[in-house]
């Protein structure tokens, strides 16, 4: 089959002498769909930047269709075919889907002035040949995420993209969202095109990958057929070791109740009751699950938990304090700490170093400052014991967090959340981005907060994730709580499915 894509000998090293790529060897072939996989931190990223033209490597060579290509920009990348759809979606937020599509090769009536009814006839034609459907006339910030990553695919076909490159496409995405986006990731390869599909999902990469190639400390392990490779395969390759998929040991010791929920309403701005009397409780030693397809009210009751939204009516108690509308940081004080599933929008300040990050819910407390002046030794010594324990990594700890990987900086989160001795931890989505290796490192990391003694309230959209960690689930849908599991043990996603469908309640 002919090669789309030939990387050879691709070394990157970055200003601070971190060495992403290390003689990276890689053939793409065309018309299949290929997935790369990896550790953060293993070299996936910058190799698929490097590709666009946002990096130049310092060794090596690319060539495109056979043609040795250097690619100084990304407009030069995608006047060769390229396209790619980056992990945080590149879209203007307050234009509509159309103009988004159009942008920067808008049709014009003599050349001035935008036509906006070529505009609009000029996607509808990609939309009806890519089979690829997304509202023309709404704005960006106004459509769910699944939709926003349709509108950067279109955006790439618009532009002539033979090969798609697509960084982390699911992270943020339901399972329906992703089945959608598979549908049309199997009809854009029958139609022709090249897909390069980066994924820390195994499943996903079995379900949809032709081709895998493994990396790891910047360097390619192995490239294989997927029908060849086990997801254990993959994962061994991956981090060098055995990764466990298996449930995690049974809760020795469950204690007082730490967090209980009464009642529990919230109405949006639109008058629509989004959650309706939600009553559970969660004790110190447990991990409560609560299962659901994402949008059935669970954003809205992890940000009334934590602080970020007001309750319409109930009562939250934590230690038997009602915490409803107390502001975060009281909340925070009686010993909740709250993994936030938009890591970007409520995890951390993107510019602002790795050390500020880490300290930024403590940076006030003794030992952090005093009279109002912070003590950098100390916070650096902090700082560095953290990246150490949960393994994060970064060029230093005076870096921007937005210089890290996606997955990197949600160990800062996880690092910050989980070494703030809660007693009552609200994880949402907490290993949404991480690779493997490191998700069963944030795994053992909650499963000790349980053992010494913490409740954790654990909202997932991955059924496997709930599975392996809860002591209890629950299921939500349409904002109500439909279904208790009391005992998980043997539970399957096939049991959980009607009740997050609304197919069925519980009695």
Do not use: W
Not at 127 to 147: A, D, F
Not at 158 to 180: F, G, K, S
Not at 343 to 362: F, P, Q, T
Not at 424 to 450: C, M, T, W, Y
């Amino acid at each position: 089959m002919a090669i789309a894509i030939s990387l050879r000998d691709i070394v990157k090293v970055y200003p601070n002498g971190v060495v992403a790529n290390k003689k990276v060897n890689l053939d793409i072939e065309e018309k299949t769909i290929h997935a790369i996989v990896g550790e953060n931190g293993a070299g996936k990223s910058t190799l698929m930047k490097i590709i666009f033209g946002v990096e130049m490597p310092q060794e090596g060579e690319i060539y495109v269709k056979g043609k040795k290509v250097t690619f100084k920009t990304p407009m030069e990348a995608i006047k060769s075919g390229i396209g790619m759809v980056h992990q945080h979606l590149m879209l203007a937020e307050d234009l509509t889907v159309v103009e988004n599509l159009t942008l920067g090769i808008e049709p014009r009536k003599f050349k001035i002035f935008l036509d906006k009814k070529e505009m609009n006839n000029l996607a509808k034609k990609y939309i009806e040949k890519y089979k690829i459907e997304v509202p023309l006339e709404k704005k960006i910030k106004e459509l769910p995420i699944g939709l926003k990553q349709r509108v950067e695919i279109l955006k790439a076909l618009l532009r002539n993209a033979d090969i798609l490159i697509l960084d982390e496409p699911t992270a943020v995405l339901t399972p329906q969202e992703t089945e959608v986006l598979f549908k049309s990731l199997k009809e854009l390869k029958e139609q022709g095109k090249t897909i390069i599909f980066i994924s820390h999902k195994l499943k996903e990469v079995k379900e949809i990958a032709d081709k895998v190639t493994i990396m790891r400390d910047g360097k390619v392990i192995a490239t294989d057929d997927a029908s060849n490779l086990s997801e254990h395969d993959i994962a061994r390759l991956m981090v060098g070791r055995e990764v466990s998929f298996e449930r995690i040991e049974e809760s020795r010791h469950i204690g007082n109740v730490a967090l209980k929920v009464e009642n529990l309403s919230y109405f949006n701005r639109e008058k629509i009751q989004v959650l309706k009397n939600i009553n559970f409780e969660v004790r110190e030693g447990e991990i409560v699950g609560i299962a659901g397809v994402e949008g059935n009210g669970q954003t809205e009751l992890v940000e009334i938990l934590t602080g970020l939204r007001e309750a319409s009516s109930g009562a939250v108690y934590v230690l038997g304090q009602n915490i409803v509308n107390k502001s975060v940081r009281e909340i925070r004080e009686m010993g909740v700490s709250h993994i936030p599933e938009d890591r970007m929008k409520n995890g951390v300040a993107d510019k602002a170093k790795v050390k500020e990050n880490l300290i930024s819910d403590r940076y006030y407390k003794n030992n952090f400052s005093k009279m109002g002046i912070l003590n950098y030794e100390y916070i650096d010594g902090a700082s560095n014991e953290l990246v150490k324990r949960f393994n994060i990594l970064a060029p230093s700890i005076e870096a921007p967090v937005n210089a890290l990987s996606g997955g990197n900086i949600q160990k800062v989160v996880v690092a910050r959340e989980l070494s703030s001795n809660p007693k009552v931890i609200i994880a949402s989505q907490p290993v949404r981005g991480i690779d493997v290796g490191s998700e069963e490192l944030v795994h053992n990391f909650i499963k000790d907060a349980r053992d010494s003694g913490c409740a954790v309230l654990l909202v997932s959209a991955d059924l496997d994730e709930i599975l392996k960690l809860s002591t209890r689930i629950l299921v939500i849908y349409n904002g109500e709580i439909v279904k208790s599991f009391d005992k998980v043990e043997g539970l399957t996603g096939v049991d959980l499915g009607p009740y997050m469908l609304g197919l069925k309640r519980g009695e």
